[in-house]
């Protein structure tokens, strides 16, 4: 019995003493499958860190070419710039040394002009002394018979020449315009958008339309009676239309609605309490819209009252075309205007930027934009120039000064450039038909017709009842009536053209 129990405790412990050993050899076996797999990894890690270091040299090298092409790009435009700037100082100093050379010319034509009228009256009195003791003439009599025939010989030599310098003076000053047009043209090319009547107003759902129209129509009510436009709310989806020829009135309604939408709560009082609160927004906005333009153009200081008015000018337009982008246009083209004939570039730009301030008001007021402007403008201390050149832009007085020129220019080539203004088809159908109706009315006109979008006007006439001075002076006539008139933009043409024609047949 002994026995037995010793031989299965024996037979006990060697099976025990083997699975340790079965355990033991497993779990080197595992442990050995780990280190390798922990060493694997750590190669690819160390394999994928290799890999992205090089992708990230590489990635910096391609950022340093980048920015060396951009630079070296740089270093060409400014080089080309400083080139073209020598040029034109080159050109400039150039025309100054041949008006130079022109007035030396002139100084000693002036003076050999004086030399030989001291040298003719010598002899004119010689032959008088001559003739008063071949003849029984007195001296005053002798002298005027003179004069007469000097005054005839030289009437003809006179005027040919006052026609060759008027017309080198001519040429010279159409020249010199076109170089200075030529050169605000092409240094300042500024951007267009034209202004529409309407905005779209995107609502999150359709449900927010019963809500803006409201009870028995009295949230869409009280909306259009407080911000003075109109709402039209329509089958389209998502949207609602504000309409209104005032822009301001328009940006306001756009956010009071916006800001409603929103908030959720739509009802009269909510109403009233929005609008009073973006009113208020708007006019610091349009304050500092001002005061950023003068920061941008360096024009400070300017009265607050000024700053205000320049700002306004971002929500009025005119034909379509926006005031403020006007103001800007007409503004630094007047700078460079100036600064090629010799005035101050920078009263120029003021001038320019105030010469429609008037525009402002005139929602608001009534009346003329050029009276209002040149009011506020002497009521705040502006220089003379500005407030001559808000009245010559539209012909109420003559320009005085260099700067006041190149603002009428300058607010023409703004205007009156293609695609600059857009009319109302209405507004420009009735123009075109008075234009018409003014030439047909006068006598002589066969017909009459208006091109080129109203810019120009073609008038034949008949060539039997009418001359060729007949038809200049019929041009001259029409021109002036429709400047009395008609209200555009720019010029028209008046085009008078006198035809014959030689009709036979052979038969």
Not at 453 to 473: K, L
Request: glycine content about 6%.
């Amino acid at each position: 019995m002994f026995l037995t129990i010793g031989t299965g405790l024996l037979f006990t412990a060697l099976g025990a003493g083997a699975s340790y050993l079965w355990l033991r050899q497993g779990s080197v076996r595992k442990f050995a499958y780990m280190e390798l797999e922990v060493k694997a990894r750590a190669k690819a890690i160390e394999y994928e860190s290799e890999r992205i270091l090089q992708n990230a040299k590489v990635k910096i090298k391609e950022d340093e070419l980048e920015h060396e092409r951009g630079f070296q790009k740089r270093l060409q435009e400014i080089e080309k710039h400083n080139r073209d700037l020598m040029l034109e100082k080159k050109t400039l100093k150039q025309e100054q040394e041949e008006l130079r050379r022109l007035q030396h010319k002139t100084g000693e034509i002036n003076k050999t002009l004086e030399r030989l009228k001291d040298k003719k009256q010598v002899q004119i009195d010689e032959v008088i002394e001559r003739m008063e003791m071949i003849t029984s003439m007195t001296q005053e009599e002798v002298k005027n018979e003179l004069l007469e025939k000097v005054e005839e010989k030289s009437r003809s030599e006179i005027a040919a020449i006052v026609r060759k310098y008027e017309k080198y003076a001519k040429e010279e000053g159409e020249r010199r315009a076109n170089y200075i047009l030529a050169q605000a043209t092409t240094r300042y090319a500024g951007e267009f958008a034209g202004e529409r009547l309407i905005n779209l107003v995107a609502l999150p759902s359709d449900d927010h339309k019963g809500r803006i129209i409201g009870k028995e129509g009295r949230n869409i009510k009280a909306l259009e009676t407080l911000l003075g436009v109109d709402i039209v709310i329509d089958e389209t989806p998502g949207v609602i239309l504000v309409s209104s020829f005032n822009l301001y009135r328009r940006a306001i309604a756009i956010r009071v609605i916006e800001l409603l939408v929103e908030d959720g709560r739509i009802h009269p009082g909510r109403i009233e309490e929005i609008h009073e609160k973006v009113q208020a927004e708007f006019e610091q906005k349009i304050y500092e819209e001002g005061e950023n333009i003068l920061i941008d153009l360096g024009l400070f200081p300017m009265h607050d009252e000024l700053v205000k008015l320049l700002g306004r000018l971002k929500y009025r337009a005119s034909y379509g075309q926006n005031a403020l982008a006007h103001t800007l246009e007409v503004a630094r083209l007047a700078s460079v205007m100036a600064a090629e004939m010799g005035g101050d570039e920078k009263l120029a730009m003021r001038a320019g930027l105030l010469h429609d301030i008037g525009k402002a008001m005139t929602q608001d007021i009534g009346g003329s934009h050029v009276d209002l402007g040149a009011e506020v403008c002497r009521r705040y201390n502006e220089h003379p120039t500005v407030i001559n050149a808000i009245y010559a832009h539209h012909g109420h007085e003559e320009p005085n000064s260099v700067e006041s020129a190149a603002v009428c220019a300058a607010d023409t080539l703004s205007a009156a450039r293609p695609g600059a203004r857009r009319e109302v088809l209405e507004s420009f159908t009735k123009r075109v038909k008075q234009l018409e109706e003014i030439a047909t009315s006068k006598e002589g006109v066969e017909s009459a017709y208006a091109i080129n979008a109203g810019r120009e006007i073609r008038v034949i006439v008949n060539a039997q009842t009418m001359g060729d001075n007949e038809a200049v002076m019929l041009s001259r006539d029409i021109a002036k009536e429709i400047e009395d008139r008609v209200q555009y933009p720019g010029e028209i043409k008046v085009n008078v053209i006198r035809e014959t024609r030689a009709i036979n047949y052979a038969r």
